[in-house]
C-alpha cells in the first residue's frame, strides 16, 4: 500500500498531514508512506525528521499512483487530476455548501472521507478533528488578544501601584471556549462565560470562571436528553441578550466561539454593544469563516470598530501549525488504523463501518454521504 502526504496547495495553510510518529505507525499498518518535499517546513517537521521515521521525500507527482492520500484541506480541481481513480483521500473536506467541489471528486472516481464529519462516539474520540484544533484555536485566541490588548492580564502589586486584573468574558462552553477559558485564567485574568446549555454551567465553574446567564425555569430546562440546547423563546431570548449587552460593557476582552456547521455562524455582539466598551477593548472572533459572532469583524483582519479591536483572524489552529499538525496527525492515524486488515495488510473500504459510513462523501464515482447526496432529477411524464 502507498500512501501519500502532499504539500498544501491552498493558501494560508501551513499544517501538513503527517508527524514522524504518525509515520511510525502507518509504516507499522503497511504502508510504504511517501512524504511531498517541503510539506513540513511550515509545522517545524523538517524533511529529515520525516526520513527519519521511515518515510521517503518525493514530488507531487507521486500522488498519481498513491492508494491512500491524507491531506488538511480537501483537494483542489489540479490535485484531483493527478489522483489515481479508487484512490482513497482523507481531509478535512468543509462539504456545506460546496456542492461543485463534492462532484469533482466523485467525478475524479476517489473514495473522499471528511475528518470533521466523525461521529462523537467513544471509539472515535482520538480521531475527532473539530475537537482536537478547537482545543487550540480556544488557547490560540487568548494569545492573539493578549497580543493586541496593549494591557496586562494578571493583577501586579507594585510599588508604584496596583495593576487590575484584565476581564475576559468567552462566549460559548465548547471546547474552544472551555479551553479559552482555562488559558484566560492561566494568564491571570478574570473570566466569566456564558453557553445556552445548563449543562456548561458547571464546567465552566469548575474551571474557575463565573457563569453568566439569565437561570429561570426556562433555562434549567433547556437541554434535550441528547444533550442538545433547546430553542429559547423570545422572551428568554431578549432577557439574556439584555444581560449579555451590560456584562461586554464592563469586560476587557470578549471571546466568541459560537460556530455551527453548515450554518451562518449567529450573531452574538452587535455594533452597540462594542460601542458601549472601553477603549482599547479586544474582541477575538473564532467564527469569522461563517460570518462572524461580532457585527463588523473582517475576515484575517484587526478590526479597529468603535473603542475596540476585533480580532478576526482565519484558520486559528494553522497559527500554531506546529502544534496543530501533530495533533491532527494522530486523528488521521487513528481512523485509517481502522481501514486496514490487519492480517493481509491491504486496504479495506466498507461503508457499512460506522465510522466509515459517517464520514464517506464520495465513492465510486457518486456523493454517497446522504446530507451531501444531490436531490434525484424529477422524473419527467406525459402531459395530457
Do not use: C, W
Not at 52 to 63: F, M, N, R, V
Not at 93 to 121: C, H, K, Q, W
Not at 201 to 211: I, R, T
Amino acid at each position: 500500500m502507498k500512501l501519500f502526504v502532499p504539500k498544501e496547495r491552498e493558501a494560508g495553510e501551513p499544517r501538513v498531514a503527517a508527524s514522524p510518529d504518525s509515520i511510525k505507525k502507518l509504516k507499522a499498518l503497511g504502508f510504504d508512506v511517501v512524504v511531498e518535499s517541503g510539506a513540513g517546513n511550515l509545522s517545524r517537521i523538517p524533511d529529515d525528521a520525516f526520513t527519519a521515521a521511515g518515510a521517503s521525500i518525493g514530488s507531487a507527482s507521486d500522488a498519481a499512483d498513491a492508494d491512500l492520500i491524507l491531506k488538511v484541506r480537501r483537494p483542489g480541481a489540479d490535485e484531483l487530476a493527478g489522483y489515481r481513480k479508487g484512490a482513497v483521500v482523507v481531509a478535512v473536506m468543509d462539504p456545506y455548501g460546496n456542492e461543485g467541489a463534492l462532484s469533482a471528486m466523485a467525478d475524479a472516481g476517489v473514495t473522499a472521507f471528511a475528518m470533521e464529519l466523525m461521529p462523537r462516539i467513544t471509539r472515535a474520540q482520538v480521531m475527532d478533528v473539530l475537537s482536537s484544533q478547537a482545543n487550540l484555536a480556544g488557547y490560540q485566541a487568548v494569545i492573539d488578544a493578549a497580543a493586541v490588548y496593549d494591557r496586562a492580564f494578571p493583577m501586579m502589586m507594585t510599588a508604584a501601584g496596583t495593576v487590575p486584573a484584565a476581564r475576559v468574558f468567552v462566549m460559548g462552553a465548547g471546547v474552544a471556549g472551555l479551553q479559552a477559558i482555562a488559558t484566560a485564567r492561566r494568564l491571570g485574568a478574570v473570566v466569566t462565560a456564558t453557553d445556552v446549555r445548563p449543562a456548561a454551567k458547571e464546567q465552566v465553574e469548575s474551571l474557575g470562571a463565573k457563569f453568566i446567564a439569565v437561570e429561570d425555569d426556562e433555562f434549567k430546562a433547556a437541554e434535550t436528553a441528547g444533550g442538545y440546547a433547546k430553542q429559547m423563546s423570545a422572551d428568554y431570548q431578549k432577557k439574556q441578550a439584555e444581560l449579555t449587552a451590560s456584562h461586554i460593557a464592563k469586560q476587557d476582552i470578549v471571546i466568541t466561539t459560537a460556530l455551527i456547521p453548515g450554518r451562518p455562524a449567529p450573531r452574538l455582539v452587535s455594533r452597540a454593544m462594542i460601542d458601549t466598551m472601553k477603549p482599547g477593548s479586544v474582541l477575538v472572533d473564532l467564527a469569522v469563516e461563517r460570518g462572524g459572532n461580532v457585527e463588523g469583524a473582517v475576515a484575517d483582519t484587526v478590526a479597529d470598530i468603535g473603542p475596540a479591536r476585533v480580532i478576526g483572524y482565519l484558520n486559528v489552529p494553522g497559527r500554531i501549525a506546529a502544534t496543530a499538525s501533530l495533533l491532527y496527525a494522530r486523528n488521521l492515524s487513528a481512523f485509517v488504523e481502522t481501514m486496514v486488515d490487519k492480517e493481509t495488510k491491504a486496504l479495506r473500504i466498507d461503508l457499512g463501518d460506522e465510522l466509515q459510513k459517517a464520514t464517506a462523501l464520495t465513492h465510486a464515482g457518486a456523493v454517497v454521504h446522504p446530507q451531501f447526496k444531490p436531490a434525484e432529477a424529477a422524473v419527467s411524464g406525459e402531459v395530457a
